[in-house]
């Protein structure tokens, strides 16, 4: 038996490039291929109610759906944290809903199913392998933090959009004299933090993989001032923390702080006391998960979309696409969930940055 | 008497254009005039105090000091919100040291000043002008609330990155049906909100201008969904302010908000009621003051500079430069201190955006 | 009788901000006043044979088909410089079909027509009107040069791109100390090289308002070589003509160019004898027209829109909308058409520029 | 004896990131190892001749000089194609001045050297070694066609200007309906052209290492038309050439045209016959060299500067930082210029890209 139907999902949260893999899949799939390809609505909520209608719909693609995709940002298909069918919120109370999704799966005549999310939407995936559904997968994540592969797409992107944002930061930095503070995204690996510190050109880096203190990243702030440099820039993971010994003195301050504040207004609060100058936060947010993809976004997502098309027609399944030495390759989906992708500390990339004189706040 | 020595300073907030103002303050008076000019740093700090040393210094600018200033944002002068030398913080207690001013500016051999800012600026310069320093100004704010000219450079610069901003944000609120919340610049007047609201396709746009009712938001919100429409995009500026009968009732939220939380919070905490869907707030801070400026931005920069400096060529002081109906003229800073420039909530733009549906909380 | 079906048409060049008129027209027009729309498929192409059948297709337009046009480049109803129906090229010969499209507008149903274009769209827009046809008019012109309206939308995105284009070639002529000629759009009016010139930091801009001298633009290089500036940057009109005494001694080269060679080759070619060193043409060509449209595109194309679509709404044919000090206001189409909005040599904007050391060749 | 004083050279075309690696190199040399440095002007032009004064001028760099660099393009120390000092032109001839290069790094009391550049630099600096001159050298090509580093600095920002390009391109072909022609750079590689064709949808990618078949991108183009897809978008890099059997046909027409014309005026000569529309061609040219670099740019050229740094501490001359697998490693500079990094026409990125539909004229 052959595949004819496959559907196409996006989960997790919002990713550029989601749209380029769309496009890949519905192109390869129709034209190469000859399927029917169904785009599943927000994440598999369009399969566990068939009934189920958001904004756009399930819908069959056709060439004409992907025109023009590969550029957007966003998903056609949607999205949603709210639709695992192993833990559905139904009013009060979470049911396990999967042989809904098996039966509407089968009564769609579906043969198969390119689910594109994180290690979220991954975890799940596997869990419906296990009930019997033919599945490949393509990673997605901003955060670049899943193992099997060296790079997600989304992350370059998201690199480019803080290094701006960083290079605009330095020029009012330097005008007024200023430590400023910019949050970036990262809640388990500092990747983003990282690459877009070094490109922006940032005198402190604060990563979730290195507790810092903040006695160390005010005393970088004062050595500048005494060799003439006036300002300081700060980037900060939003899962950044404190070491241990900071932590007492701080839980005073957190007491008046709402859940809206985060990582880099924590730090701004621990650094008030050591540092007497005006400091600014600026916490970047949902701006590093939209626009148009950067060429390299484009090219792996493509890339991406290609591989997984010749997967489900090779029928090999539970398979993720992933990307080894410039090559992309079949990885099982259990790899990519099995450990996240995290910055080493005692890495070179992290030694030539301390080289320049960055501080981790170590 | 002739003039031969100038100075030239930047005050107030970091804006976009000010490098090309003294480029073109600097190019002209050198190469037309054959003037020394003095770039004073960070605002009037270096004639408050001669021995005052920034991390630049004040010092004699050729025309290699401005090559390639252009698309450069920041000020190379650098720039200061503690310089007011009628209200000078020294220690515990304001002083006035603008005698001191006035003779450092004679021991200088300075025969007049060329003075970027916005109203604090201009306001400060009506001043030194009364007890007889020459000045010419310039005008400079991003929100663009100055009464004398029809537009400020950095406006341009500003309302780019804000709707860019815009553009990414739309991508990740259709692909998660969300309602988000993004605070742009704005403390009095609305037209960064307005301009990048309606470029960026906002569904409401809450402004100093008009108080806002939350239910009236809330309304838009639910419309919209009502009619198929999954997400909804606020811009809120952050002088916007709730309508008097919404205050009592958001006092007691406010009451566990710190300092740092501004206008779009606010908001966002008084929808919560109303709107049962995940809120994302995004602050857009200082990625609107940096950045090298637009093209519009640097042409009108540039042409303010040339003026300024045939001002002070012709004698002409206690003038300011002034864009009226694509003309650059001069008009008296009295003038531009006088009224500020706000958005008139009937008119014809106003009226525009209603037309397409856009919500002001009215 | 009131309207209740209006087509819309997008004719000649491609500019940005023609989808956000669209958008506007559509949005008020269906949500105000309940209108069918009917988008016309390039330009005229779609009336003067209802058969017609591009990629696109004649096709009502709902709300959902312009969702997201706001940021898109282009147009979505097409363009083409092919479908003036008084000069209609079928096969080998001119014909005049103005009396089917009559005739096709009637069949349809259609009460009014929204015509955005340039010039020569107005012109048949005109005598359209003169047969009985309905029109309101948008005027559309990256070049900036419609008299009736102090801007067009499309112009200041072209300059943005066009300036950072020579942001960029800039960096590379300083590295390599080169002659950079870069060639902008305008046949008839040099708008854009002006003012991405000024913007752009050039050291000469060839307008066609000015016919050049090519020594006046070799003697500026080789002053700037004397003074020590390494490399000069020239911006280029493709409609810049050299003065009367120049053209003999290039007609002998021009022999040897074809015709796919512009202006700027033109003034390479006839400054190699004067200036011994490497130069470098760009032109900038189609990317000035592409793309996502500028803030201040956007804004006024959607302005232009909402004017449009209460013209049409008024029954106020034969008005085009024009920008005037700011204000929105309908002008007679033949007023546009009339005169061309070119640069004046003596203006104020052009003193400025000469007098921060800018050669026009003159 | 260790290593005082360290010359460093820019050398051959421009390309963003140098200004990256100068800054990267002068931190560490100075901050780590206390070093002086000297900035060589124009490639070797400073070192033929100490009393060589171009615009800069040889200088010893402080970190002052390198302030704010990370973010700029092109280069602060200038190049020079004509400062081989193996053939040295003086006048007329070429003359062998090396030995005078030698005296004159000795008189200056240099001890080391950083040679950035591409395979052109990195001979030169070969034979300089084996005359004894102890040098570490920094690969730079836009082009990636340097066959010991996975990648260089410059070909990320060149593929992410060209991919913008054709995004602003596409909007365009689509409204018009019309073949676009889009030349980038690549003389002997196709790299540039393979990824930006790739993420900005080309229908068509000519590069050097797959001679075109002229029909098989016209049968492309009306396949594509036939199926109701208006427009092509046709990628060609600066070194493509026609196979055997089109050569005849177009020399013919190729003794119309000038030097001037590159390879997709070639192709498009070459379609005319086939294919009966409009076409319009676009040669990105210097663009592609200029601007702030990429993200990804700033930390390759950071890590190779640190890296370079180090090697020369470590005293390891004749080596060339690279990048392998992630990782910033040290390669014999001969390596470097024995092979070049050529597009393989079967490896998987290719079969990728065929398997979208994209025609390669084969």
Request: net charge negative; charged share 25%; glycine share 12%.
């Amino acid at each position: 038996m052959s595949v004819k139907r496959v559907a196409i999902t996006t989960g997790g949260g919002d990713c550029p490039g989601l749209n380029a893999v769309i496009r890949a899949v519905v192109t390869v799939g129709k034209e190469r291929f000859g399927w029917e390809i169904l785009g599943v609505e927000d994440a598999l909520s369009g399969l566990i109610d068939l009934d189920y209608r958001g904004p756009r719909g399930n819908r069959w693609l056709e060439l004409e759906d992907v025109r023009g995709l590969l550029s957007r940002g966003g998903t056609i298909l949607g999205t949603s944290n709210r639709s695992d069918p192993f833990r559905f919120v139904d009013g009060a109370r979470e049911t396990d809903v999967s042989d809904r999704v098996m039966e509407n799966f089968a009564k769609l005549g579906l043969d198969a199913m390119v689910s594109i999310g994180g290690d979220g939407s991954m975890a799940i995936a596997q869990k419906l392998i296990a009930k019997g559904m033919k599945i490949v997968g393509v990673p997605k994540t901003i955060d670049n933090d899943l193992g099997a592969t060296d790079q997600t797409f989304g992350f370059d992107t998201a690199i480019g959009i803080a290094t701006e944002a960083l290079d605009r930061i330095r020029d009012t930095a330097d005008s007024h004299d200023r430590v400023m503070l910019v949050e970036v995204m990262g809640r388990n690996a500092g990747w983003i933090a990282l690459h877009a510190g070094i490109a922006g050109g940032a005198d402190a880096i604060l990563i979730p993989e290195i507790p810092y203190r903040a006695e160390a990243v005010a005393d970088m702030i004062v050595a500048r001032r005494a060799s003439g440099k006036n300002y300081s820039i700060i980037v900060v993971a939003e899962g950044a923390k404190p070491q241990g010994g900071d932590v007492s003195q701080l839980e005073a301050r957190l007491g008046e702080m709402p859940r809206l504040m985060g990582a880099a207004h924590r730090v701004a609060a621990a650094l008030e006391d050591h540092v007497g100058s005006a400091m600014r936060v600026t916490v970047l947010g949902h701006i590093q998960r939209g626009g148009s993809p950067s060429t390299f976004d484009r090219v792996l997502a493509t890339r991406y979309g290609v591989l997984a098309a010749q997967l489900v027609h090779e029928e090999q399944f539970g398979k993720m696409a992933a990307l080894r030495n410039g090559a992309i390759v079949a990885v099982d989906i259990a790899e990519a969930v099995a450990r996240p992708h995290l910055v080493d500390p005692s890495s070179q990339i992290m030694n030539q940055a301390r080289a320049l004189g960055i501080s981790f706040g170590e």
